[in-house]
């Protein structure tokens, strides 16, 4: 099993920055991708970005050029660096790991597993 702690939600102001991190323990592949989605009321779960354990990144349209993906892969940590943040960011932001099987295409596995999700709220 995979076991997955996020942490760095919190409430800020338009135009401010947040960084999320993930810890993941357990049975891990060498060969992986961890990402974040994200949840807003109302709205279905939507990839925010992803990377594999060789560095391959995706992002949603959405937040590209104002969030970063980036990973420890010693520590099996992923962090989510968001700068200029604004109020349609705010949602539950929950962590992913996908292995077994991986295609890079999709960053998806045979295997899935989430965080409980951390809220991260924008509003002034």
């Known amino acids: 099993q995979v076991q997955l702690v996020e942490s760095g939600g919190g409430l800020v102001q338009p135009g401010g920055s947040l960084r999320l991190s993930c810890a993941a323990s357990?049975?891990?592949?060498?060969?992986?991708?961890m990402g974040w989605y994200r949840q807003a009321p109302g709205k279905e779960r939507e990839l925010v970005a992803a990377i594999t354990s060789t560095g391959s990144t995706r992002y949603a349209d959405s937040v590209k050029g104002r969030f970063t993906i980036s990973r420890d892969n010693a520590k099996n940590t992923v962090y989510l660096q968001m700068n200029s943040l604004k109020p349609e960011d705010t949602a539950v932001y929950y962590c992913?790991?996908?292995?077994?099987?991986?295609?890079?295409?999709?960053?998806?596995?045979?295997?899935?597993?989430w965080g409980k999700g951390t809220l991260v709220t924008v509003s002034s």
């Open positions: 357990g049975r891990i592949f060498s060969i992986n991708a």
């Open positions: 992913n790991l996908e292995q077994g099987g991986l295609s890079i295409v999709t960053m998806k596995g045979d295997m899935h597993y």
